[in-house]
């Protein structure tokens, strides 16, 4: 529901990166792969994912993308972490650009990580138009994206013929930068029976009486996934007035996403066959 736009500051310091950097050289310039890694489960990589991390020179990558992912890196690989979690960002956007350019100018293949998918609240369409804007050449490699993923390996159906036949997808970041989403929580109550939240946990009693007031029902159930399709995934089930507190009793934290709607109702019955459950499935969360 949310799209990130580039500020006129930001394309402004792409421009003068490749203007003033003494180092660039005359070389041709690379290729800037933005890349999805998935929710963290590295079965759920693509193979062109998998097969870029393994001819990559290097690999700028994200908070989310987890261990198991980042071994498949090659060992001749330059890396550099960009993460970017609440409150704790070791590069700022420009600064994220910029490095791209910098390393496109000095290797032919450079690798953008991102966790999940980069157009799905990645920032990777402003990436890539940055990129595009100072003549860099760039490809976008899908990933599967945790808000079906994580509900999927929770036992939640996003959809089904029974329940809900819409789903929403929508950010419940309160700001990014100097951009304020404004979410029209009224017209997406309305308009789905399944809403899926990124991002929303710091934000959820803001966003469960926002639904509230639109006209949900205050018992309409709500599923919060922390760590989706990792090891270490939990979950915790409650409803849209009571949630809020289950979250400040049990110090449930981010990153989390959040399935609102009745699809919720069936993890009782579907999360037992959940990948997780299955030993061999753990034992390839560590690929060599």
Same mark, same amino acid.
């Given at each position: ?18 203007q003033g950097d003494a180092q660039v050289s005359a070389q041709p310039l ?67 650009t910029g490095l791209l350019l910098k390393k496109a100018h000095e290797h ?23 990129? $595009? ?6 490809? &976008?490699?899908?990933?599967? *994206?945790? #808000?079906?993923? %994580? =509900? +999927?390996? !929770? ?80 979950? $915790? ?6 949630? &809020?507190?289950?979250?400040? *009793?049990? #110090?449930?934290? %981010? =990153? +989390?996403? !959040? ?30």
């Amino acid at each position: 529901m949310t799209a990130y736009t580039s500020s006129n500051d930001a394309q402004s310091n792409v421009q003068n990166k490749i203007q003033g950097d003494a180092q660039v050289s005359a070389q041709p310039l690379g290729k800037v792969y933005l890349v999805g890694a998935g929710p963290g489960d590295p079965g759920l990589m693509t193979v062109k994912a998998k097969s870029l991390l393994e001819c990559a020179d290097v690999v700028v990558y994200d908070a989310l993308v987890s261990e198991p992912i980042l071994n498949w890196i090659s060992p001749q690989a330059e890396r550099i972490y960009a993460g970017k979690r609440r409150g704790r960002h070791s590069l700022s956007q420009s600064e994220i650009t910029g490095l791209l350019l910098k390393k496109a100018h000095e290797h032919a293949v450079v690798v953008r990580l991102k966790g999940g998918d980069p157009f799905v609240f990645g920032r990777g369409g402003e990436e890539m138009n940055d990129l $595009l804007l100072a003549g860099v050449s760039v490809e &976008v490699v899908p990933g599967i *994206t945790a #808000g079906i993923a %994580a =509900p +999927a390996y !929770a036992g939640i159906p996003v959809t089904h013929r029974g329940y809900s036949s819409s789903v929403i997808f929508v950010t419940g970041h309160e700001s990014a930068g100097k951009y304020r989403p404004d979410v029209n929580w009224d017209a997406i109550a309305k308009a789905s029976e399944t809403i899926v939240v990124y991002m929303g946990v710091h934000n959820l009693q803001n966003i469960t009486q926002a639904l509230i007031a639109a006209g949900l029902d205050e018992q309409t159930p709500i599923a919060l996934i922390r760590w989706g399709t990792r090891p270490e995934q939990s979950k $915790l089930i409650g409803t849209l007035a009571g949630i &809020v507190a289950q979250v400040e *009793t049990t #110090g449930f934290e %981010a =990153p +989390a996403i !959040a399935v609102i709607g009745k699809v919720v109702n069936l993890h009782s019955r579907l999360s037992s066959v959940s990948p997780i459950q299955n030993e061999h499935w753990l034992m390839t969360q560590h690929p060599s």
